[in-house]
C-alpha cells in the first residue's frame, strides 16, 4: 500500500484514509496477500543497537510492554522482540510479521512517520519511523502512540476474525442476526449457551479454559447509560440473572470489593473510544468473579449506540482460564474483544 507521511497529513486522517482504503480493497487487494506471522500480540521492534537503547528503549518498552489493564496478574499489552535493521531487511519471515515498528535514526532522514498497511502481508501494521536523531524519533513515538495502539489492535482484531471466518460458526452467527438484527462473528467453536427477550450468551468451552460474550440490547434513553455506573449495574444484574457458575445457588458478577480506602480491589477502567460504526461508544475493563463459588477472570464490555441512536447494545467478552498456561488471560481476551469488534448493523 502507498505510503503516507506525517509532513501536511494528520495521522488520524491517515488511519481513516488507510481504514477506507484498505476496506474497499479487502476482498482483492488483501485477500491476495500471504498470511502474517507472530504470535498473538507480538511487537517486533526493528531497530539497530545503538538505536533500540537509553531512553528510546524505556520509551518504547513503558507503551508497550507495560501491563495490559484489567487483568488479574499483570502481563504485558505486547511481546516485543527486537531485531537489527539489516537481519529486517533480508529475512522473508521478519516483513511478513503482523506487527512491525521500524525505527531508523539518520542525519538526512527527513523526520516523517510513515504507515503501511498490509504491505507484505495481511493482516499487518508497519509504523516506520524515518528521523534524524533520538530526540526527534522520541518525540514522534510519543506523539503517535495512541494511533499505533489503535492500528497494531486493528491487525490482531482482524488476524482473529480471518481464522474465524475459516470455521464459520453459521448457526450461531445466524440466530444472532436474526434475533438482533446485527451480525458477530464467532466460528464454530462457539455455543449459544442461553437466550432471554433482549439478551444471549455466546460460550467456547475448553479442556483449559472458557471464553464468552454476552450481548444485551436495551433502548436508547439518556446519556446516563454510558456512564461507569450505569454499566458496571447493568452487567451485574445481566450476569446474576443469565449466567450460573458451577456451584449451586452461584452466579457471575463483577468484582468490585474495596480496600479500607474505597478504592476497587480490582481496579475498573472505562473510557469513552472511538469504535466502528458507532457515533459513541464507551469500552470498559476490569475483573469478573463468582458470587458463591470459586471463580474469576477478567472482562472487557463495549456499550455501544445503535446508529439510529434508539438502543445500546453491550458486549461483554469474558475469559476464565485459572492455569494460565498454555494459554495467557490476554491472548484469550484478544479472541472475545475481536468478535465485538466484528459487530456489523
Same mark, same amino acid.
Given at each position: 500500500?502507498?505510503?503516507?507521511?506525517?509532513?501536511g497529513l494528520?495521522?488520524?486522517l491517515?488511519?481513516?484514509?488507510l481504514?477506507?482504503?484498505c476496506?474497499?480493497r479487502?476482498?482483492?487487494?488483501?485477500?491476495q496477500?500471504?498470511?502474517?506471522?507472530g504470535?498473538?500480540?507480538?511487537?517486533?521492534v526493528?531497530?539497530?543497537?545503538?538505536v533500540? &537503547?537509553?531512553?528510546?528503549?524505556v520509551?518504547?518498552?513503558?507503551?508497550?510492554a507495560s501491563?495490559?489493564?484489567?487483568?488479574?496478574?499483570?502481563?504485558?499489552?505486547?511481546?516485543?522482540?527486537n +531485531?537489527p535493521m539489516s537481519? !529486517?531487511?533480508?529475512?522473508e519471515?521478519?516483513?511478513?510479521?503482523?506487527?512491525?515498528?521500524?525505527?531508523d535514526?539518520n542525519?538526512?532522514?527527513?523526520?516523517?512517520?510513515y504507515?503501511?498497511?498490509?504491505?507484505y502481508?495481511?493482516?499487518?501494521v508497519?509504523?516506520d519511523f524515518a528521523?534524524?536523531?533520538a530526540?526527534s524519533l522520541q518525540e514522534?513515538?510519543?506523539?503517535?502512540?495512541? !494511533?499505533m495502539?489503535?492500528?497494531l489492535y486493528k491487525?490482531e482484531?482482524?488476524?482473529?476474525?480471518?481464522a474465524f471466518? @475459516?470455521?464459520?460458526?453459521y448457526?450461531?452467527?445466524e440466530?444472532?442476526?436474526?434475533?438482533? @438484527?446485527?451480525?458477530?462473528?464467532?466460528s464454530?467453536?462457539?455455543?449459544?449457551?442461553?437466550?432471554g427477550?433482549?439478551?444471549?450468551?455466546?460460550r467456547?468451552e475448553?479442556?483449559?479454559?472458557g +471464553?464468552g460474550?454476552l450481548?444485551?440490547?436495551?433502548?436508547?434513553?439518556?446519556?446516563g447509560?454510558?456512564?461507569?455506573?450505569?454499566i458496571?449495574?447493568r452487567l451485574?444484574?445481566t450476569?446474576?440473572r443469565?449466567v450460573?457458575a458451577s456451584?449451586?445457588?452461584s452466579y457471575?458478577?463483577?468484582?468490585?470489593?474495596c480496600?479500607?480506602? @474505597?478504592?476497587?480491589?480490582?481496579?475498573i477502567?472505562?473510557?469513552? +473510544?472511538?469504535f466502528?460504526?458507532?457515533?459513541?461508544?464507551v469500552e470498559?475493563?476490569g475483573?469478573w468473579?463468582?458470587?458463591g463459588?470459586?471463580?474469576?477472570?477478567?472482562?472487557?464490555t463495549?456499550?455501544?449506540l445503535?446508529?439510529d441512536k434508539k438502543r445500546v447494545?453491550?458486549?461483554? @467478552?469474558?475469559?476464565?482460564?485459572p492455569?494460565?498456561k498454555?494459554? &495467557?488471560k490476554?491472548?484469550l481476551?484478544?479472541?472475545?474483544e475481536s +468478535?465485538?469488534?466484528?459487530?456489523e448493523w
Amino acid at each position: 500500500m502507498k505510503k503516507f507521511f506525517s509532513e501536511g497529513l494528520p495521522l488520524l486522517l491517515m488511519a481513516v484514509m488507510l481504514v477506507c482504503s484498505c476496506g474497499n480493497r479487502q476482498d482483492s487487494n488483501t485477500a491476495q496477500k500471504k498470511g502474517s506471522s507472530g504470535k498473538t500480540l507480538e511487537l517486533l521492534v526493528v531497530a539497530n543497537e545503538d538505536v533500540y &537503547t537509553g531512553d528510546t528503549k524505556v520509551l518504547i518498552d513503558s507503551i508497550f510492554a507495560s501491563p495490559q489493564l484489567g487483568l488479574p496478574v499483570a502481563e504485558s499489552k505486547f511481546d516485543i522482540v527486537n +531485531i537489527p535493521m539489516s537481519s !529486517y531487511k533480508n529475512t522473508e519471515m521478519f516483513k511478513v510479521h503482523r506487527n512491525v515498528i521500524l525505527l531508523d535514526v539518520n542525519p538526512s532522514n527527513p523526520d516523517k512517520v510513515y504507515m503501511h498497511i498490509d504491505e507484505y502481508a495481511a493482516p499487518q501494521v508497519i509504523v516506520d519511523f524515518a528521523c534524524k536523531d533520538a530526540l526527534s524519533l522520541q518525540e514522534n513515538i510519543r506523539k503517535y502512540q495512541d !494511533y499505533m495502539f489503535r492500528e497494531l489492535y486493528k491487525a490482531e482484531h482482524r488476524r482473529v476474525q480471518k481464522a474465524f471466518r @475459516g470455521m464459520n460458526g453459521y448457526d450461531v452467527n445466524e440466530a444472532i442476526k436474526k434475533k438482533f @438484527g446485527f451480525s458477530l462473528l464467532f466460528s464454530n467453536e462457539f455455543s449459544l449457551a442461553k437466550e432471554g427477550v433482549d439478551f444471549a450468551w455466546v460460550r467456547k468451552e475448553a479442556k483449559d479454559f472458557g +471464553i464468552g460474550v454476552l450481548i444485551d440490547v436495551f433502548p436508547y434513553e439518556t446519556k446516563g447509560s454510558f456512564e461507569e455506573k450505569s454499566i458496571l449495574d447493568r452487567l451485574d444484574t445481566t450476569m446474576k440473572r443469565h449466567v450460573p457458575a458451577s456451584a449451586d445457588n452461584s452466579y457471575m458478577g463483577i468484582e468490585r470489593r474495596c480496600d479500607e480506602e @474505597g478504592n476497587y480491589l480490582a481496579p475498573i477502567y472505562s473510557k469513552v +473510544i472511538d469504535f466502528d460504526s458507532s457515533e459513541y461508544a464507551v469500552e470498559t475493563r476490569g475483573c469478573w468473579r463468582a458470587f458463591g463459588d470459586f471463580m474469576g477472570g477478567p472482562f472487557v464490555t463495549y456499550t455501544v449506540l445503535s446508529p439510529d441512536k434508539k438502543r445500546v447494545v453491550m458486549l461483554t @467478552g469474558y475469559v476464565y482460564c485459572p492455569r494460565n498456561k498454555p494459554w &495467557t488471560k490476554r491472548d484469550l481476551l484478544m479472541q472475545v474483544e475481536s +468478535i465485538c469488534w466484528s459487530l456489523e448493523w
